[in-house]
């Protein structure tokens, strides 16, 4: 749902699950993939064949604006495809990238290629980190202390970008 119409991020419940079971975190982690290639492919279609519906529906998302919009728009216009990379270095929605790259003509198998690494790659790489520093760094600690501090993580990680974005 988060590559459509959510805006809460699937990390949330794949780094809660990595507290507990590093191996279900990981296989969670495909399943995500799975939704984002579902949600992308839902965006990307309705980029191509709406895309004043779909960015008006954007913007009724929290955190994305007009500006936010037209500088994903910028992006994929000057690097194509590979503008899906830059989502999760700069905390961008990739529901607007899948949406601009239907209404820019980027080619299907294209998008979804490189949506594939684009979104499985962070979810796996919190989903690890998170294990690393819950098994070795915060060994010591309880799984409900453990999930307390992520919970304040993440509290103070959506204050922050709903503060900025």
Known sequence: MEASVFFIVPDILLTYLALKDPRRATKACLWALVGALVGGTAMFCWGNYNLKGAEGFLTEIPAIDKQL?????????????????????????????SVYAGAKGISFPSFLLVSIPARLLRFILLTWITWWVASKLLAKLQVRSRTLILSGIWIAFYGWYFSVM
């Open 69 to 97: 919009l037209k500088k994903v728009e910028g992006q994929i216009e000057n690097d194509g495809v590979k503008a899906t990379f830059y989502g999760p270095i700069t905390g961008r929605p990739y529901k607007i990238y």
